[in-house]
Nanobody, 127 residues
Framework: QVQLVESGGGLVQAGDSLRLSCAAS????????AGWFRQAPGKERELVAA????????YYADSVKGRFTISRVIAENMVYLQMNSLKPEDTAVYYC????????????????????WGQGTQVTVSS
């Protein structure tokens, strides 16, 4: 069983950047597909970015394409979400998650089920 802990959230202004970190313990991130989700007040949780277990295929929600980048450092057992050009609508609690599944193409990421979740980190972007 893997345990996930997020960090790096905070209060920033529109146009700023943040990097979220997700530290895994218990098992290696190489055993999982990793994803970043977010949930804003009154909205459903949405998949923001993901990186597949075996091929490293990445997925990004349309709303963050070109601004966010997901990466992983297996040796450090870490997954990161670099967020640039932040907008007020990016305000949400961001969650790191790990899936036992894998995908062969990036378009399949949204169908994965994620079994392991972190506690979340708040990102607030002021206008």
């Amino acid at each position: 069983q893997v345990q996930l802990v997020e960090s790096g959230g905070g209060l920033v202004q529109a146009g700023d950047s943040l990097r979220l970190s997700c530290a895994a313990s218990g098992r290696s991130f190489s055993s999982y597909t990793a994803g970043w989700f977010r949930q804003a007040p009154g909205k459903e949780r949405e998949l923001v970015a993901a990186i597949s277990r075996s091929r490293g295929n990445t997925y990004y929600a349309d709303s963050v394409k070109g601004r966010f980048t997901i990466s992983r450092v297996i040796a450090e057992n870490m997954v990161y979400l670099q967020m640039n050009s932040l907008k007020p609508e990016d305000t949400a609690v961001y969650y790191c998650a790990a899936s036992n599944g894998d995908v062969v193409s990036s378009t399949m990421h949204p169908i994965l089920i994620y079994e392991h979740w972190g506690q979340g980190t708040q990102v607030t972007v002021s206008s």
